[in-house]
């Protein structure tokens, strides 16, 4: 079993930055892909970005490539996502998910059903 606890989100104005948390309890945690969603208001839940269980793989959707960074410390099993340059339409709440995958092909894992446990959720409101 893993649980997943995301922390960080909170109000920023447009241009400003936030540093998320996905802490992982589990003893296999560290070999899971772990990977970032949002969810705005009245929209559906959209992929972010993911990283592999090594941390040598990440992938990152258009609307945050160059602006956002995932990371992971697997001593720690915490794994981060820095937000540069927010944008009021960055503004939902933000999810981490893990998934187990040892594949290679990590650019695969854009869809919610892909993923195996999730977090609670953490708001991010990005002021204009």
């Known amino acids: 079993q893993v649980q997943l606890v995301e922390s960080g989100g909170g109000l920023v104005q447009a241009g400003g930055s936030l540093r998320l948390s996905c802490a992982a309890s589990?003893?296999?945690?560290?070999?899971?892909?772990v990977g970032w969603f949002r969810q705005a208001p009245g929209k559906g839940r959209e992929f972010v970005t993911v990283?592999?269980?090594?941390?040598?793989?990440?992938y990152y959707a258009d609307s945050v490539k160059g602006r956002f960074t995932i990371s992971r410390d697997n001593v720690k099993k915490t794994v981060y996502l820095q937000m540069n340059s927010l944008k009021p339409e960055d503004t939902a709440v933000y999810y981490c998910?893990?998934?187990?995958?040892?594949?290679?092909?990590?650019?695969?894992?854009?869809?919610?059903?892909?993923?195996?446990?999730w977090g609670q959720g953490t708001q991010v409101t990005v002021s204009s």
């Open positions: 998910a893990a998934a187990r995958y040892s594949g290679s092909y990590y650019y695969t894992l854009k869809a919610t059903y892909d993923y195996d446990y």
């Open positions: 990283i592999s269980w090594s941390g040598g793989s990440t």
């Open positions: 589990g003893r296999t945690v560290s070999t899971y892909a």
